[in-house]
């Protein structure tokens, strides 16, 4: 039976009539503008900030699509990725009767977004290769089973998860699979939104809080099909991307060339910081990466971990998380900052 998106969505939102703000019910061009109850006179800002934003900003979306190959038409802009996953709650899960499955070690906030949204959460681990049990997710599925999240490179393990079990659960789930690439620019792996055609349960989750180094202009990208995207607009709020923040990344998105070199270079340090990590006795395991991170299994992580804070130097300490006990997570840093952190480490053990 091929996925059907009105077979899930909750009926609140099929019935839903989204906000029309003014700059939805005007198309074209104007020169007097006293539709918005903006003030008219200006901003006190040199740029003029007294309008409201594009509500669909499809300026930036064009040039996303330039970038990614993605259809603007297929392209969700959010305050962060952590609000498409707050949507997509929304959309899909009726509180106290839907759930969903992840799959941890993973991204923390699809726990918190589910206890906020009061939604069931089923949790398959991974395999002790940090992998998917794919016939355990299976076995957790039912009826109201409406979203599987899957990070992918993962967080904290850092590791790509095998595609072809993502596209098991596509092809035989008949409810959303997100798969979050939030580091996908240091992995190998090409991304899913190749495969959006195939699909149309998938969406996919991307941010420019990594290697585009803009974390904090939050800024989170949703693509999936067309008819996800229109859901997707239909419970934003009406202005959820500020015309400061699309003028900042719009100006970002020139500089492609600067943030491919960044990605290079930290790969680079990455290897180089795992070839430093194995040389010690005491790190027992560092899971092979395709993220700006890496997990160490350490002796003694916690000792450590406080050593490296009173040096100044923090990391995370992922120790009493499941299946990363004993290690600690560290993002691949300049390379004086990797050289200061090898140095640390190497003195306490000492």
Known sequence: MPFNLNAILRENIKNLVPYSSARDEFKGEASVFLDANENSFGSPLPQDYNRYPDPLQWELKHKLHRIKGVPSEHIFLGNGSDEAIDILYRAFCNPKVDNVVIVPPTYGMYEVSANI????????????????????????????????????????????????DIETLLVNFKGIVVVDEAYINYSKQKSFTYSLHEFPNLVVLQTLSKAWGLAALRLGLAFASKEIIEVFNKIKP???????????????????DTVNEW?????????????????????????PSD???????FDQPRALYE???????????RSKITLCEGSLRITVGTKNDNDRLLTEIRGFYN
């Open 238 to 256: 009406p202005y959820n991307i500020n015309q400061a923040t699309q003028d900042l990344v719009l100006a970002a998105l020139e500089n492609i």
């Open 117 to 164: 949204n009061d939604v069931e959460v089923r949790k398959v681990n991974l395999t002790a290769d940090y992998q998917l049990n794919v016939d355990g997710i299976a076995e957790a599925l039912d009826q109201h089973t409406k979203i599987i999240f899957i990070c992918s490179p993962n967080n904290p393990t850092g590791n790509s998860i095998n595609p072809l």
């Open 263 to 287: 990605i290079k270079q930290t790969i680079q340090e990455r290897e180089i910081l795992v070839t430093n990590l194995l040389a010690l006795p005491q790190v027992h395991h560092i899971t």
């Open 291 to 297: 993220a700006n991170f890496i997990l160490v299994k």
């Open 307 to 317: 050593h490296l804070v009173s040096k100044g130097i923090i990391i995370r300490d």
